[in-house]
Nanobody
Framework: QVQLGESGGGLVQAGGSLRLSCAASGVTFNNYVMGWFRQAPGKERDFVAAISGSGTYTYYADSVKGRFAISRDNAKNTVYLQMNSLGPEDAAVYFC??????????????????WGQGTQVTVSS
């Protein structure tokens, strides 16, 4: 049984940083592109970042490029999202997702088979 579990969300002041983690079980982790998505109330689920199975390639949404960094530790079956210079526009529920593929990544949620339950990120101004 495949399970993804996010952690690390919380309340942060504007300009601050958070590091999200997503631990996977029940999969051969390095066979999967891992992605981060976010969803604000009343909005669609948006792509944030993705990383190839080996960790060699990354891909970011324009809105987070230069502020967020995705990484993975295949020995720990964990993917991370380091978020810096957070602003109110970054507040959302953040989800990690797994896509059975080497590369390229996809921005489309439907392309990802497995999802975590999400972790809330709140940014105070």
């Amino acid at each position: 049984q495949v399970q993804l579990g996010e952690s690390g969300g919380g309340l942060v002041q504007a300009g601050g940083s958070l590091r999200l983690s997503c631990a996977a079980s029940g999969v051969t982790f390095n066979n999967y592109v891992m992605g981060w998505f976010r969803q604000a109330p009343g909005k669609e689920r948006d792509f944030v970042a993705a990383i190839s199975g080996s960790g060699t390639y990354t891909y970011y949404a324009d809105s987070v490029k230069g502020r967020f960094a995705i990484s993975r530790d295949n020995a720990k079956n964990t993917v991370y999202l380091q978020m810096n210079s957070l602003g109110p526009e970054d507040a959302a529920v953040y989800f990690c997702a797994a896509r059975y593929s080497s590369w390229p990544a996809s921005r489309q949620p439907a392309e990802y088979r497995y999802w975590g339950q999400g972790t809330q990120v709140t940014v105070s101004s």
